[in-house]
């Protein structure tokens, strides 16, 4: 059994783990593709926080935006030209905007 000096345990006597403290780690900011570093980020949450990644992210403005124009009255073939996506994907993403 291994001896740890008082200043390494908390007041509880529980054992401070030395790895968990933030000046014990080497932490590099070298953000993603979507910004140089994590601080200057323009997400909201962390693509690595979020299910799906950073598709998931986009997925969901662009989720917004064909509702918006479908409200605005384009057709689906209208909509499947302009962002780019099947028609079965325009419906997709009008059923995702009837759920949430």
């Given at each position: 059994?291994?001896?740890?000096a008082?200043?390494e345990?908390h007041a509880?006597?529980?054992?401070?783990r030395?790895?968990?403290?933030?000046?014990?780690?080497d932490?590099?900011?070298?953000?993603?593709?979507?910004?140089?570093?994590?601080?200057r980020?323009?997400l909201?949450?962390?693509?690595y926080?979020?299910?799906g990644?950073?598709?998931?992210?986009?997925q969901l403005?662009?989720?917004?935006?064909?509702?918006?124009?479908?409200?605005?009255?384009?057709?689906?073939?209208a909509?499947?030209a302009?962002?780019g996506?099947s028609?079965?994907s325009?419906?997709?993403?009008?059923?995702?905007?009837?759920?949430?």
């Open positions: 059994m291994t001896v740890v008082a200043a345990r509880n006597g529980r054992k401070i030395s790895d968990a403290l933030p000046e014990h780690l932490y590099a900011d070298a953000g993603c593709e979507l910004a140089s570093c994590c601080l980020c323009p909201l949450r962390c693509r926080d979020e299910p990644g950073a598709r998931k992210l986009q403005s662009r989720d917004v935006a064909v509702q918006t124009r479908r409200r605005e009255g384009a057709g689906i073939d909509l499947a302009e962002f996506i028609r079965r325009v419906f997709r993403s009008l059923a995702r905007g009837r759920e949430g």
